[in-house]
């Protein structure tokens, strides 16, 4: 699943960030999206990230499309 989403052509530093991102999101499963990202990238950002991609921040990050996915990524600071 994690090689899809980062499968596109981008710089191996990149590309482990994304990984590292979307395995964080997985691991979490019982967690919401607002909750996983808070821990991650702070209260505030998770918010904002969240209302940028025009997701419920109540969804667990398991019911997320791919599309959906690599929207919240859009919008939050990975290090890229």
Known sequence: ?????ASN???PAIR????AFYRDLMQRRR???R???ADRFGADAARKALELSG???TRR?????LEELRGLE???????
């Open 31 to 33: 967690k919401t999206l």
């Open 16 to 19: 482990r960030r994304r990984v």
């Open 55 to 57: 997701l419920d921040g």
């Open 35 to 37: 909750r996983v990202l």
């Open 61 to 65: 990050a398991e019911t997320l499309g």
């Open 9 to 11: 052509i981008a710089p």
């Open 74 to 80: 859009q919008h939050v600071d990975i290090g890229v």
């Open 1 to 5: 699943f994690t090689a899809v989403l």
